[in-house]
């Protein structure tokens, strides 16, 4: 079991940063996939960002590129999602997920095994 707790979240113009962190306890976090997931009202869950157990692959979706980068730090069980250049459609709340397995398929919500309870990202024009 991997209890995840995300933080960082909050408002900020358009234009803005934030660091958004999730911290793991309860499991082996060296060994989980880390993702990053967001929903915003009224639409699905997407992929925003992943990051492999050793970070040396990180994985981002097409809309983020060039803004979000993703990092992790095995020592301290934790993983941060650094989010760059806000737009309001940046607009959700940002979830943490952990998958301990090797092979998956990272940008599926379906592949992850736990999930924290999202930190919300509010982007003002």
């Known amino acids: 079991q991997v209890l995840l707790a995300e933080s960082g979240g909050g408002l900020v113009q358009a234009g803005g940063s934030l660091r958004l962190t999730c911290a793991a306890s309860?499991?082996?976090?060296?060994?989980?996939?880390m993702g990053w997931f967001r929903q915003a009202p009224g639409k699905e869950r997407e992929f925003v960002s992943a990051?492999?157990?050793?970070?040396?692959?990180?994985y981002f979706a097409d809309s983020v590129k060039g803004r979000f980068t993703i990092s992790r730090d095995n020592a301290k069980n934790t993983v941060y999602l650094q989010v760059n250049s806000l737009r309001p459609e940046d607009t959700a709340v940002y979830y943490c997920?952990?998958?301990?397995?090797?092979?998956?398929?990272?940008?599926?919500?379906?592949?992850?095994?736990?999930w924290g309870q999202g930190s919300q990202v509010t982007v003002s024009s």
């Open positions: 997920a952990a998958a301990p397995k090797t092979f998956l398929v990272y940008d599926r919500a379906r592949d992850y095994d736990y």
């Open positions: 309860g499991g082996t976090f060296s060994r989980c996939f």
């Open positions: 990051i492999s157990q050793s970070g040396g692959g990180t």
